[in-house]
C-alpha cells in the first residue's frame, strides 16, 4: 500500500520523475497538469521505459497537430450566418455535452421550463380537442384537413398562439408551444407542421418585434384569427436555409416618383403552407448601391411581406 504522503507529483515544463519505494513490477502512471506532464515512476522501473514514455507522448502530440491542421483544411469554411448564430447565442447544456461530461442533474437543477395554468388548460382542453379531429391516415389519404379541425385551429387560435393577446393572439410562451407542437405530433404530423410554421417561421413573431405600427395594425390580427394563413419563402432551387446565402432571391432599393421602394426578383419552392397561405414573408438578399436607404436599415438579409 502506498500512502499519498509517498506519492509526489513534480509537474514541470518537460516529463518529470518521481520516485516510490516499491517490490511490485515496475508500473508507470501518467498525468496532465494544464497542459505540463509529470510521472510518478517506481524505483525499480527500467530507464528505458522512461524515455519510451516520452516517445510515445511527442509521436501522439505530432500526429495529432497533423490530424487537426488536415481536418482543419478539408473542412469547409463557417458562413455568415454561422457567424451571427454563434455570436448571437447563449452557452447552456450545450456547453457541458462538448465538455464531454455532461451532468443531467446539472442540467435539472439548472433548467426548470414550466408552464401557466392557462397555458395547462390550453394544453389538457383545446389541444385534446383538437386531436380529438384528427385522423393521421385520413389526412395522408385526402391531403387536407376536415372543415371542423381547420376552423377549430382558426377559433381557438392554434395559429397566433406567439402573437400578443394586445393584437388577438395568445400570448404562449415558447415552452408552452413546443409542448403543444409535440401532443400535436403524436396524433398528426400533418396538424404539428401547419400549426408550427404560423408559431415559428411566420412573420407574427418578426412584426411584433420589428414591424412598424401600420404593419402590426394590420397583419397581426389576421394572423392571430387565421384570416390569413403565412408561410417563410427561404429556399430557392439552388440555397437552402442558409439565410445569407439566397441565390436568385434578390431585392435592390430603388426610388421612385419621389416613393421608396425595392425591385424584388427571386425564385422559390419547398415552402410549407404555400397552396394555403395568404401572405408569404419572402427572405431575400438586399442590396443598396445607391446608399437611398440614409442609415435607415442596413443591406443583406431582409424578409418582404407578400399578400
Known amino acids: 500500500m502506498i500512502s499519498k ?3 509526489s507529483a513534480i509537474s514541470t515544463a518537460r516529463l518529470t520523475r518521481t520516485r516510490i519505494p516499491s517490490s511490485n513490477a515496475s508500473s508507470l502512471l501518467f498525468r496532465q ?4 506532464s509529470s510521472t510518478i515512476v ?5 530507464k528505458h521505459s522512461l524515455q519510451q514514455t516520452r516517445n ?5 502530440s505530432f500526429i495529432d497537430k497533423r490530424v487537426y491542421r488536415w481536418a482543419k483544411s478539408v473542412m469547409p469554411p463557417i458562413s455568415k450566418t454561422e457567424q451571427i448564430a454563434l455570436g448571437s447565442g447563449t452557452i447552456g447544456f450545450d456547453r457541458d455535452i462538448f465538455s464531454g461530461s455532461p451532468s443531467l442533474k446539472h442540467l435539472e437543477d439548472t433548467y426548470k421550463p414550466k408552464v401557466t395554468p392557462e397555458e395547462q388548460a390550453f394544453l389538457d382542453n383545446q389541444v385534446n380537442t383538437l386531436c380529438s379531429l384528427l385522423n393521421d391516415h385520413d389526412v395522408s389519404m385526402q391531403k387536407d384537413f376536415t372543415k371542423e379541425a381547420w376552423d377549430y385551429m382558426r377559433n381557438e387560435k392554434f395559429l397566433g398562439m406567439k402573437i400578443p393577446k394586445e393584437w388577438g393572439g395568445l400570448g404562449f410562451s415558447t415552452q408552452a408551444v413546443s409542448q403543444v407542437l409535440a ?3 403524436t396524433h398528426c404530423f400533418d396538424a404539428n407542421a401547419t400549426v408550427a410554421v404560423p408559431n415559428s417561421l411566420g412573420p407574427g413573431e418578426l412584426l411584433v418585434r420589428y414591424g412598424t405600427d401600420e404593419q402590426k395594425q394590420y397583419f397581426l390580427p389576421r394572423l392571430a384569427d387565421g384570416t390569413l394563413i403565412p408561410c417563410f419563402g427561404l429556399t430557392g432551387p439552388h440555397s437552402g436555409s442558409d439565410a445569407t446565402s439566397l441565390i436568385e432571391s434578390n431585392c435592390v432599393v430603388e426610388k ?3 416613393e421608396l421602394g425595392v425591385v424584388a426578383s427571386f425564385k422559390k419552392r419547398y415552402i410549407t403552407l404555400a397552396p394555403i397561405a395568404g401572405v408569404v414573408g419572402l427572405g431575400l438578399n438586399l442590396t443598396d448601391p445607391n446608399n437611398l436607404l440614409g442609415g435607415n436599415g442596413s443591406e443583406g438579409f431582409t424578409v418582404a411581406l407578400l399578400e
Open 256 to 258: 421612385r416618383n419621389g
Open 5 to 7: 504522503s509517498t506519492i
Open 56 to 60: 510515445i507522448v511527442g509521436l501522439v
Open 33 to 36: 497538469h494544464g497542459g505540463r
Open 183 to 185: 401532443k400535436l405530433a
Open 42 to 46: 517506481y524505483d525499480d522501473m527500467p
